[in-house]
DNA sequence: ATGAAAGCGCTAACAG
DNA sequence: CTGTTAGCGCTTTCAT
């Protein structure tokens, strides 16, 4: 494989001037250049990145945590990283933890060993402890998730809100008897949106059902189907379910369907994310929409600023309740 | 930072030495070993994999090739390539094509200048001829999309059979005026696919009507949801469909919802490839199922095998008819 | 404008 | 078992 070397002695220059010819062609000779660019050419030679790497001790590579690709509210947000990311001469690895302390070890230890220069964590599960620590060497921003009381920047959204605009749209519409299908409340998210459903539901003075509060472990399809399951069998049924993701609420949907019970006639349904599939259920699905790409793109500019020793904010981005066929 | 250099003075001993218990601890002594281990410990050193990477000229670092991740066809793949690539040591590069030259570029250029050690393309769409002009120098593996009379390994299922089984499956439910939505010709699964149709078509003396098989530019949620609309304007309607992916079929599917059309009394419906949500939709979908763990576990392995220098051999999976509520 | 030379951090052959 | 040393391929000062 033509190195460098090679190539300079191909082109009788020194090894300097074919990386100068490489980074900086400006400060050559137009006829030296056209010699190293042929030498270069004939020998077909590209420059080695772990040279370079070594070098510059620099990688262009970005770490994007989260607990799994499959969950298609991330879709959106790694398209905006991407983008930026690759506009900025860096390239991301997409990491997923599976919510398994070992594979984030892995990838932690990337960017300790230079492999990667930053991470955008995504993951809900993440050890808090181990990111802050980590973050105290190594640049590190948070998206979507992050930590209340952290002193790791973040891009997300005002999830509380969020939740009370969702659940103050059911109460507009006549409902009081609502649910709320949440995940676990290990989560900041979790949390935050409970609060949320809290506030609008005291607000309109109606009562909050202890067994219409359903704790999710996961927050897979299985998982919602699972929880409408338990709200059925109750004696006194929900008019109105909140589900805190849209992939719960389209499980819930789906017991629904089973059920013949009527949507929203007999039970409205909100859920959260407007992922693809949101739209594609019967009926759609009205939910909360999250600038996704938008998170992305500012997380990865957050990222690389803080890279480059800048000094970088939090952010809170809007909101918004989409009105659909569900409610 | 702490490099081995300030390792080996701290403990006393050589930079060789400090390598030697981090790669092969076992011919230190262990006098020596805790020495240098307590080093490490108090300088809080972590090895550069920079360095170590330039050395050993390898990045441990695999790229897989895919048009977009928010196809869900894809997530259970990933996980199979992940799980192998971690368990060999390597780390997994998902790169978005967006089935553009220019992005495609970019990954083809860090597996030439070292940044990658070998592709995994899973892209239907990437060029074949650049791509099998790469292949000759750098470790590639096809997945899933493979090329008919290239010389490129690859794993996959007999898609032509598979298609065969979904209709005959359909035929054999009584349905004689059988619809094809179909995705673009121009990739090789797609072609295969309507062979398999007109096989089962041709064996059950059922004629084929032009106006009946659709191509569909994209396979996004939408497009069989366009594609059903066309369906549904004819003169005479199918009774039953055979969508090459769920993704099609589950658009599809929402068309019928809209017009209140009874699947599948009224038309039955079959999907390709049982992703998650296929279960989800009201009725769930007929499919044809793929190994995809599989194909993604066999596939890294066929990479990592080919970048170890052994000969490695295309292969051909198993499918399965997933016979559910939409037949 | 170009070249010589140092060195990024590591591994591995060789010597002892 | 351990140390010395060369060098992976590149960029970047410092001279010229």
Redesign the pocket.
């Given at each position: 494989?033509a190195?460098?070397?090679k190539?300079?002695k191909k082109a009788?220059?020194?090894?300097?001037?074919?990386?100068?010819v490489?980074?900086?062609p400006d400060?050559?000779?137009l006829?030296?250049?056209t010699k190293v660019e042929q030498a270069i050419h004939e020998l077909n030679?590209?420059?080695?990145?772990?040279?370079?790497n070594?070098?510059?001790?620099r990688s262009r590579l970005l770490l994007v945590l989260l607990p799994s690709i499959s969950n298609p509210f991330y879709t959106e947000i790694i398209n905006g990283i991407e983008d930026t990311a690759i506009e900025e001469g860096y390239n991301i690895l997409l990491c997923e933890t599976d919510s398994n302390p070992e594979r984030e070890n892995i990838y932690f230890n990337m960017v300790k060993?230079?492999l990667a220069e930053g991470i955008i964590s995504m993951d809900p599960t993440v050890n808090k402890k181990t990111l802050t620590d980590l973050a105290k060497d190594y640049p590190i921003v948070q998206c979507s998730e992050y930590d209340e009381d952290g002193t790791i920047c973040y891009v997300s959204i005002d999830n509380e809100l969020a939740a009370y605009h969702a659940v103050r749209h059911l109460i507009k519409l006549g409902h009081e008897k609502i649910a709320l299908i949440n995940s676990d409340e290990k989560f900041l998210y979790a949390r935050e949106r409970y609060r949320g459903f809290q506030k609008a539901m005291e607000e309109f003075e109606l009562p909050i059902r202890p067994e219409w509060i359903l704790n999710m472990e996961n927050v897979k399809f299985e998982d919602g189907q699972q929880a409408m399951k338990g709200l059925l069998k109750q004696e006194v049924r929900p008019t109105a379910v909140f589900a805190v993701s849209d992939v719960l609420a389209i499980g819930a949907l789906k017991e629904l369907n089973i059920n013949q019970i009527r949507v929203p006639e007999d039970i409205a349904l909100v859920g959260f994310d407007k992922i693809v599939f949101s739209n594609m259920t019967h009926p759609t699905l009205t939910t909360i929409s999250q600038p996704m790409y938008k998170m992305g793109s500012i997380s990865a500019n957050m990222l690389i600023n803080k890279i480059k020793g800048k000094a970088v904010e939090s952010v809170i981005l809007e909101h918004e309740l989409v009105i659909r066929e569900s409610t």
């Open positions: 494989m190195n460098i070397q190539v300079a009788g220059v020194s090894v300097a001037t074919v990386s100068r490489l980074n900086n400060v050559v000779t006829k030296t250049r030679y590209e420059p080695s990145a772990l040279g370079r070594l070098r510059t001790s060993n230079r």
